[in-house]
């Protein structure tokens, strides 16, 4: 089992930035690909961004440019660096973790930008 904790969320004005942060505990070995996704009510979970062992990354065209996905060096633990935030990215987030064919997900984290 994996369990991916979010934490960083908030509230902020638009143009403002946060830092999102992921840490996986329990059986973290062999973590393949880690990412950002989030969602708002009535619409689908978006994959926002995701990052392999090697680094190589992958971005939603609605964030390119303004969010960065990055890992630590154990690999595991993912950071989003969200800047020049638009009322649009408001929702919760989701870190998810995939090991073994299995994608784990921890419990959200809110983020909420006012215009």
């Known amino acids: 089992q994996v369990q991916p904790a979010e934490s960083g969320g908030g509230l902020v004005q638009a143009g403002g930035s946060l830092r999102l942060s992921c840490v996986a505990s329990?059986?973290?070995?062999?973590?393949?690909?880690m990412a950002w996704y989030r969602h708002t009510p009535g619409t689908q979970r978006e994959l926002v961004a995701s990052?392999?062992?090697?680094?190589?990354?992958n971005y939603a065209d609605s964030v390119k440019g303004r969010f960065t996905i990055s890992r630590d060096y154990a690999k595991t633990t993912i950071y989003l660096q969200m800047n020049s935030l638009k009322p649009e990215d408001t929702a919760v987030y989701y870190c998810a973790a995939s090991r073994s064919g299995r994608d784990y997900w921890g419990q959200g984290t809110q983020v909420t930008v006012s215009s």
């Open positions: 329990g059986i973290v070995v062999r973590i393949s690909v």
């Open positions: 990052i392999t062992p090697s680094g190589t990354t």
